[in-house]
Nanobody, 127 residues
Framework: QVQVVESGGDSVQAGGSLRLSCAAS????????MYWFRQAPGKERERVAS???????DYADSVKDRFTVARDNDKNTVFLQMNNLKPGDTAVYYC?????????????????????WGQGTQVTVSS
């Protein structure tokens, strides 16, 4: 069983920055595909950023050049640095993990479904 716990959500003004953290327990974390999703009220869940075990990354068009995903395998943690936040970024942000027995690139991770999910952390951006 893998536990996923997010933290770092807060309320900020437009143009501000936040860094979300996600700690994932479990063996061989360094082989996990890791993902950040978000869901705003009344909207479908959206995949925001993903990172493969080889540190390759992928982003939704809506956050490219503003968000950065990175992982620290020594701490079993993945981060989402969010800059130039906009009111449209307001949502509950979820971290998800997909354990693998191989080192996968983000391209391969995108074809898989996350297995373990965190409880979510609220990000609110005011204008």
């Amino acid at each position: 069983q893998v536990q996923v716990v997010e933290s770092g959500g807060d309320s900020v003004q437009a143009g501000g920055s936040l860094r979300l953290s996600c700690a994932a327990s479990g063996p061989a974390y360094w082989r996990y595909c890791m993902y950040w999703f978000r869901q705003a009220p009344g909207k479908e869940r959206e995949r925001v950023a993903s990172i493969g075990a080889d540190d390759t990354t992928d982003y939704a068009d809506s956050v490219k050049d503003r968000f950065t995903v990175a992982r620290d395998n020594d701490k079993n943690t993945v981060f989402l640095q969010m800059n130039n936040l906009k009111p449209g970024d307001t949502a509950v942000y979820y971290c998800a993990a997909d354990p693998s027995n191989r080192v996968l690139s983000v391209k391969s991770c995108l074809s898989r479904r996350p297995t373990y999910w965190g409880q979510g952390t609220q990000v609110t951006v005011s204008s």
